[in-house]
């Protein structure tokens, strides 16, 4: 059973960077991918960016391609979604999730979720 835990989130001006990190422990060695989402109020859950556990193939939604980058640490079994010139509309809780295959666009395969860390972008 995985475990993810998220930390990172805050307030920040618009224009400004948060760094949010997803530690999973707990039966890593099944993992095939893992992912960010948020979900703003009002809003659906949406993709914002994934990454693939062995070969780190990433993926972005074009909301934030320009502005976000997402990585991982071997040694510390974590995930980062480094966020850059942030904006209002990027206001939402953030999930961090995991799956056991490498279709990491696909949300429905990701079987493991995070308590979720709010961010919040002031104008």
């Known amino acids: 059973q995985v475990q993810l835990v998220e930390s990172g989130g805050g307030l920040v001006q618009a224009g400004g960077s948060l760094r949010l990190s997803c530690a999973a422990s707990g039966g890593t060695f099944s993992i095939g991918g893992m992912g960010w989402f948020r979900q703003a109020p009002g809003k659906e859950r949406e993709f914002v960016a994934a990454i693939t556990w062995r070969a780190r193939d990433t993926y972005k939604a074009d909301s934030v391609k320009a502005r976000f980058t997402i990585s991982r640490d071997d040694a510390k079994n974590t995930v980062y979604l480094q966020m850059n010139s942030l904006k209002p509309e990027d206001t939402a809780v953030y999930y961090c999730?995991?799956?056991?295959?490498?279709?990491?666009?696909?949300?429905?395969?990701?079987?493991?979720w995070g308590q979720g860390t709010q961010v919040t972008v002031s104008s």
């Open positions: 999730a995991a799956t056991d295959t490498t279709l990491v666009l696909h949300t429905r395969l990701y079987n493991y």
